[in-house]
């Protein structure tokens, strides 16, 4: 569904990310699939995409207008409706996530999660 090489660097430091979370993770082995980790821990599991990109993210657009083909990957996954899809975003330039959550009518941007220790710095 997207264009382009996976973002290996990007995946692997959202590994690390998501370890700083306490959550473990599994890679996507299912290439049809359009997902990059399953992140888990004891009360919570989510699957995520990971993008990168080269230019600034507009606070103030819709992301499922920014980012189309990841946005409509996540909803047409085949999880059951309560497995929550994230889509990780960053830019090349920025050394922090922004979390997406992505509903079936609605993207939300995660502005601070306590249980994950979270905060967006991008947060308004």
Do not use: C
Request: hydrophobic share 40%.
């Amino acid at each position: 569904m997207t264009r382009g090489k996976k973002p290996e660097a990007a995946i692997a430091e959202a590994k690390t990310f998501a370890e700083r979370m306490g959550y473990r993770w599994m890679e996507n082995s299912l290439e049809d699939l359009p997902y990059d980790l399953q992140i888990f821990k004891p009360k919570s599991f989510r699957v995520v995409k990971v993008r990168q990109t080269r230019y600034h993210i507009d606070p103030n657009g819709f992301y499922d207008q920014q980012f189309p083909d990841e946005v409509a990957g996540l909803r047409l996954l085949p999880f059951p409706q309560f497995i929550l899809r994230e889509l990780w975003l960053r830019t090349q330039h920025e050394r922090v996530w922004r979390r997406l959550i992505v509903y079936d009518l609605s993207v939300a941007e995660i502005e601070w999660w306590g249980p994950d220790d979270y905060t967006n710095p991008h947060a308004r």
